[in-house]
């Protein structure tokens, strides 16, 4: 499986960081993990089959998570394969139907009839859900942050991918993203500020000290914290894993367990 990091930033407009999205390939499915502004065009530019997606994840309805949803399903309707068969699942927290159904409402019924089928899924805190080959799995956790919002595991044969989303400190939260092979996780706030809804160096230092991921990528910063920064804060605080700070075009691989990270050209 190989992942890519398509947008790192926040809700801030920002040349070099898009609003939250992550693209991942396995042999069977093509996966974007929730879905912010720059998207769709961070993915064209990486080369990425986007009119291919099997999967859509998505962990709340904040806007720089899911503002291109509705963009995504009128490029599929009509910038992508007329031919296209195989649904598009769209899986996500209890809301997720209801969302569709808005942006239906304000955007046309290309929504929820892109020209193939959708398979809409809303995940309860605790779901266990597997595609019919079972070669996908993913494992939800309610996180602190919306109501509702959730932290992911992504399970294929080839690794477990980890997301904290958005979410405030949890000690349990480490525990269920415990032997993820690659944890992408947020780190918005500097240590001192409130830690109910997002993480800070500190409370992140916490969850991976318990999560104990291959590779650890840090993303979804705010100022006055810079990017760059988090992942020697995290060694400072006395993390001794591999960390990276993520950047739009980082690509991680997954082979067996095995992990390597290399950065694509935008």
């Not at 720059?38 to 503002?67: C, P, Q």
């Not at 309860?124 to 859900?129: D, K, M, Q, R, S």
């Not at 690659?182 to 999560?211: F, I, K, Q, W």
Request: charged share 20%; hydrophobic share 35%; proline share 7%.
């Amino acid at each position: 499986m190989k992942v890519w990091i398509v947008g790192s930033g926040t809700l801030r407009p920002d040349p070099d960081r898009g609003s939250p999205g992550y693209w991942l390939e396995s042999e069977r499915e093509r996966i974007l993990m929730d879905c912010g502004s720059g998207t769709l065009r961070t993915l064209a530019r990486l080369g990425r089959a986007w009119e291919k997606v099997t999967h859509l994840i998505v962990s709340h309805f904040h806007t720089d998570h899911v503002g291109e949803l509705a963009s995504l399903l009128f490029a599929l309707k009509h910038g992508g394969d007329a031919s296209r068969l195989r649904p598009l699942t769209i899986l996500g927290p209890k809301g997720v139907s209801g969302h569709l159904e808005a942006l239906a409402l304000a955007h046309g019924s290309f929504i929820l009839d892109p020209g193939f089928p959708l398979e809409i899924v809303e995940l309860n805190p605790g779901a266990v859900w597997a595609s019919s080959r079972q070669t996908l799995r993913i494992r939800t956790y309610d996180t602190h942050h919306t109501d509702p919002s959730l932290a992911f595991r992504v399970e294929t044969d080839d690794g477990v991918l980890g997301y904290t989303a958005d979410t405030g400190r949890d000690p349990e939260l480490g525990r269920f993203l415990s032997g993820c092979h690659l944890l992408v996780a947020e780190c918005s706030n500097p240590d001192g500020a409130d830690t109910r809804s997002h993480l800070t160096p500190g409370t992140l230092l916490e969850l991976a000290s318990v999560a104990r991921p291959e590779l650890l990528v840090t993303v979804h910063v705010y100022p006055p914290l810079l990017p760059e920064e988090v992942p020697d804060l995290l060694g400072r605080g006395g993390y001794q894993g591999k960390v990276l700070a993520g950047r739009d075009g980082l690509v991680v691989t997954l082979r067996k367990g095995e992990v390597g990270a290399s950065i694509s050209p935008l």
